[in-house]
């Protein structure tokens, strides 16, 4: 006898074998034809899966409705991508197909090479197999089956993937549908016709499990919706994105480059992307500063023994540059981290309880080797620059100065008008292995992080077991931006594992003149500058606020017979600190004003014979276009209170839809 509890109390009770369609059917045949798949007891299943015989055990039946109804029918909508691309071409070896935030990819090794060209009769291909609503059906086969199996498709990958990836699995699960037999994980709507609307986006190469050793592979990326309603307003979504993506504006308006002589992933910062950073490096330190930081330098490279001690060094290993090895048989790495350097920093000299906090901070490079396919403009790179702090404190200062870091990055994020954001708080994974120090040191950490967050009133605040740093547990503030796509920003981690014994063994002389233990606070606002910078590139789509713009004004002469007058203005708005450049080109004022307004800039001052005569300036704004007449000095007053507040006037995005967020977690096989 097992005994089923439904989300509203009801409890069913059965004698015989019976699966979630089962118990919706019972309910009514409205729900039955409703529900794609279901959980147990926090497992999701596929609708036909048995329920267990005996016990109690909880059921939840997903229809469209529920989220996590959308990624499994993407998944779904993989294999009819993947099904409809092996109906059309030849030679068809099949990889990966997960589901992505926002949509699904196969991965294809395939002699044709496939462009966008190719998508209208793939889609063409997805619709036939959608309307014939075959059924999607789960088998369960032991090992050498599956591999059998495999061979038997001749899918070479798939029959590597059982023998490496799957090595230790004795039982494995392959779906069909009609002709298309593929090793899966799932799950899986009932049938194809459950799909609802589906847009190919992009093709791109990737390399077989991300090796670039391995052969590169056509990797197909896709969307579904349960509705075109949904589907069309992801398309305005994705087309606002495309519109605002750094890559492109980044060149436009000539604010970084990549090259590739000097490397992959690397940034090279233009001088007007230098503007950018550098401001946001003064308003930072202007902070750091208010709050008691002291500024430290450290170098770019450190002795391997220093990384494993601090633990970086076999926790990143998979994404660390090679150690360089010296003729005297040191080793030295690139570094992945600061927190090693500052904590020798720390160790430079005694420390008494007085002198805590100490606060440490640097805008410190760091370096990753990212697999080449992962690189992302500013986005996702291999060197970047942190806005890096930590935190030495007493245990009875932690309170007080992990909460004083979380107001520091809300400051961040409120002066650049990014204060659509939620907080979510990373903690261990008890039954994982991947994380260093006692477990009772970690419950002190996360008590502490959950009594300072409760008492912040912060916004969409959740926790996420399994997200913590390999030493501490964090608090990650994800941004939305003006066209609602999420980003992780700054983050704040508190670490009792670093300062312990097993590790650096951080001491300073109590009140009681005996030694003792501090605790380590991690913080960056920004968390990376070029992430950042990527970030508010596509979030202003290149249109900056005042204080951040590149050149913030720009002197426009109606003539050239007022070019004294106009460059006279330019010295004055040098002087008062503006950047400020002038126009004197033999062109008509409207084609100026036009140029001013593609690169974005702020303000316009535009001078003819009435201004040059009366020792005005005819104002144009970017936003709000002619305000008309000033006297030069009550012009550049209004610029520099501008500045000086750190307004945010931008020009509302395009109406797009709501963003559609969802989970869509990786489910590959």
Known sequence: MVKIKLPDGSVREYARHVRPIDVAAEIGPGLAKATLAAVVDDTTVDSVTPLPSDGEHTLRLLTKKDPEALAIMRHSCAHVMARAVMRLYDGVQLAFGPTIENGFYYDFDLPHKLSEADFPAIEAEMAKIVKEDEPFERIDVPRGEAMAMCRELKQTLKVEHIETGLAEEQRLSFYRQGEFLDLCRGRHIPSAGAIGAFKLLSVAGAYWKGDSTRQQLQRLYATAFFSKQELEARLVHLEEAKRRDHRVLGKQLELFTINPLVGSGLILWLPKGAIIRGELEKFVREELLKRGYETVYTPNIGRVELYQISGHFPYYSDSQFKPIEMEEGERYLLKPMNCPHHIMIYKAKPRSYRDLPVRLAEFGTVYRYEQSGELNGMTRVRGFTQDDAHIFCTEEQVAGEFRSCIEMTRTVLQALGMNQYRVRLGFRDPNSDKYVGSAEAWDRAENAIVKVCEGLDL??????????????????????????????????????????AERFALEYIGSDNTPHR??????????????????????????????????????????????????????KLLAAGLRATGDYRPEKIGAKIRDAQLQHIPYMLVVGGREAENGEVAVRDRIDG???????????ERLLTEVREKKIRQVAAPTVAAAITDDGKANEY
């Open 459 to 500: 916004p969409g605040m959740s926790i996420e077991r399994g997200d913590a740093a390999f030493y501490g547990p964090k608090v990650d503030f994800v941004v939305a931006d003006c066209i609602g796509r999420e980003w992780q920003l700054g983050t704040v981690q508190l670490d009792y594992n670093l300062p312990s």
């Open 518 to 571: 501090p605790v380590m606070i991690h913080r960056a606002p920004f968390g990376s500058m070029e992430r950042f910078v990527g970030v508010l590139i596509e979030h202003f789509a290149g249109v900056f606020p005042l204080w951040l713009a590149p050149e913030q004004v720009r002197v426009l002469v109606v003539s050239q017979k007022f070019e004294d007058y106009a460059r006279d203005l330019e010295r």
């Open 626 to 636: 002619d305000l008309g007449a000033m006297k030069i000095d009550a012009a550049i």
